[in-house]
């Protein structure tokens, strides 16, 4: 295909994604620090003042369902920390009920609730807002509609073509082996058309592998089970999560194995597996019947491939599976290395600033992009009327040189940038 070809696709495919791009880059630098900014934000639902030993995890987990009998607790830390709240997701205990919150937050001492919230809300409001980012951020806040996440699989598929687009723009941004130093170039002092163009084409050559790695990944988690997971498989066997195995039924919000036996069986077979990391969370997935206990000694800088996670059956407490990061097929590590490398945390607190800086430059390829063909267009809009003036004036015998060279300068200009 030729160039003059490519670069049109890659005209309109970008203007098609600018807006979404624009979104998802911007807000993916905020929700870098999705937990400092919410613990930041809302002082008075994270600090905690007051004095004395914290309670047990499943301690504070039994006095939040006595003080709230109509909920039930399905997912929390599994350690207090002194000085902070304890925030727990909680879930209404009779199915055919609505609570209007799904998270409440305690005081780790007194076990006083101090607020609840509901993450995801369409609000603005501060507790809210940083959940309202992080969704926006992979869904756009499309509502569900009969279990089906259309936002989800439309920024997925946006993602692909993100992933083709930006393919496109690195063939045509190298036109010839004579050329090559242009597209790493920075002419930031040589006028606003060409600082424009080359912040977009240069900025996206530069950090093209990251910027492939992003829409990549992009991919991998809204289309995870719709194709990748599929595509990944031809190639290498991949290990079935235990939601895999099981389908999603009616069950009760309360397991029958209490969260207590959960905890030392969870420990116990830690010891077996090697996993040598305290123990960090715990959810109950009602739908699954299925315990999840993880294991991790900070949940802000955590590095690598993730956290382990072990899976046991809420009827009966036998141990199903475990999620070990680096364990497993090469597929199985390549779908474990999905979220941290496109949150950054596969590098810790580094890799998130990484990202938020590839969040930004998402937005100002986006937003150069739209500059470059306003102006290209207004160039070409204007080399048009010219044109007209000029016949007009040849009919009369009245067509100035100046003027036509003028005409023509400009548009072959803007094309040659």
Known sequence: MSRPFLTLVHRYLGLSLALFLAIAGLTGAVISWDRELDAWLNPELFAANSQGQVQDSLALVQALERQRPELVVSSFPLAATPGRSWLASVEPRDADQTLGYNQVVLDPVSAEIRGQRQWGAVSLARPNLVSFVYKLHYSLHLPSIWGFEPGVILMGALAIVWCIDSLIALWISFPNRQHWRKSLRFRLQQGSH?????????????????????????????????????????????????????????QARVAAVSRQEIVQTAQAKAVQLGIERPLGSMFY???????????????????????????????????????????????????????????????????????????????????????????????????????????????????????????????????RL
């Open 194 to 250: 060409k600082r424009v163009f080359d912040l977009h084409r240069s900025g996206g050559v530069w950090f093209f592998p990251l910027l492939l790695v992003i829409a990549f990944t992009s991919v991998a988690m809204n289309l995870r089970n719709e194709l990748v997971r599929p595509l990944v498989s031809l190639f290498s066997p991949l290990t079935p999560t235990p939601f895999e195995t099981r389908s999603p039924g009616a």
């Open 285 to 415: 997935s009602s739908a699954y019947g299925i315990y999840g206990v993880s294991f991790f000694a900070s949940d802000m800088d955590e590095g690598g491939l993730g956290k382990p996670w072990l899976y046991f059956d809420g009827a009966s407490g036998d141990y199903i599976s475990a999620h070990i990061p680096g364990q497993g097929s090469a597929g199985d590590i390549f779908m474990q290395a999905q979220f941290p490398l496109h949150s950054g945390r596969v590098l810790g607190f580094a890799g998130r600033v990484l990202v938020s800086a590839v969040g930004l430059l998402v937005a100002l390829l986006s937003v150069t992009g739209v500059i470059i063909w306003a102006r290209k267009r207004r160039a070409r809009r204007g080399g048009t009327s010219t044109s007209r003036c000029l016949h007009n004036w040849r009919r009369r015998g009245l067509a100035p040189v100046v003027h036509q060279a003028a005409g023509q300068q400009e548009l072959a200009g803007a094309d």
